[in-house]
C-alpha cells in the first residue's frame, strides 16, 4: 500500500483532463463569434467615385444602393444613366448634370422606374416572408462623388422620394475626430 500513495503523490505519471480547458475554450470561440459583425455594404472603388470624409459614428444599413460617380448613376450595381460633362457658363469649368433628355421635369426617368421596381420587388418579398423584417422600408444608400453638383444628387434625391424611398443615408468615409 506504500507504494501506491507514493506513486499518487507524485513519484508516478498521470494523465492531464483538459475537459474544463475545452469548455472553457469553447465559451470563449462562441463570445468571439457572437461578438463579432460586418457590414454588408459594397462600396465601390474607382477614380470617378470618391466619397467624402466623415467622423460619424453611425455602422450603415443594408438597403437600395444608389450610387453616383462622376461618369453614370447605379442601382444595386447595374448602370441605369449616363451623366453627361458640360461647361460651367458661370465659371468656364467643366461641370457634370443629368441630361436633360433623361428627365421630366427635375424627375430622371429610367432611375424613377427602376427605384420603382425595386420598391415592388422589396414589398412583393416581404408579403412572401411574412415578416417585416424583409419588407420594404424605403431607405436608399447614396454613394455620392464629392466632387459633384448639388443639383445632380438633389435631383436623384427628389427621383427617389418620388419612387416612394424617403429615408435617404449617404456613405462617407470615416475620418478621424
Known amino acids: 500500500m506504500g507504494k501506491s500513495k507514493a506513486s499518487r503523490r ?23 463569434l457572437k461578438s463579432y459583425s460586418t457590414d454588408d455594404i459594397s462600396v465601390a472603388g474607382n477614380d470617378d467615385l470618391i466619397l467624402p470624409v466623415s467622423t460619424s459614428l453611425t455602422p450603415p444599413k443594408l438597403a437600395v444602393n444608389v450610387v453616383i460617380s462622376q461618369r453614370d448613376i447605379l442601382v444595386d450595381g447595374e448602370a441605369v ?24 421635369g427635375p424627375k430622371i426617368v429610367d432611375l424613377f422606374d427602376k427605384l420603382v421596381s425595386k ?17 420594404f422600408k424605403g431607405q436608399v444608400l447614396l454613394q455620392c462623388d464629392k466632387r459633384l453638383p448639388f443639383s445632380v444628387i438633389r435631383e436623384v434625391m427628389y427621383t427617389a422620394g418620388q419612387a416612394q424611398f424617403g429615408e435617404f443615408r449617404f456613405v462617407v468615409i470615416k475620418g478621424s475626430g
Open 119 to 135: 420598391a415592388e420587388t422589396s414589398k412583393g418579398l416581404g408579403d412572401r416572408m411574412g415578416d417585416e423584417q424583409f419588407g
Open 10 to 32: 507524485g513519484g508516478g505519471t498521470s494523465e492531464l483532463n483538459i475537459t474544463s480547458m475545452m469548455d472553457m475554450m469553447t465559451i470563449i470561440l462562441v463570445f468571439l
Open 81 to 104: 444613366l449616363q451623366l453627361e460633362e458640360v461647361v460651367d457658363e458661370v465659371t468656364g469649368q467643366p461641370k457634370v448634370q443629368i441630361p436633360e433628355s433623361a428627365k421630366r
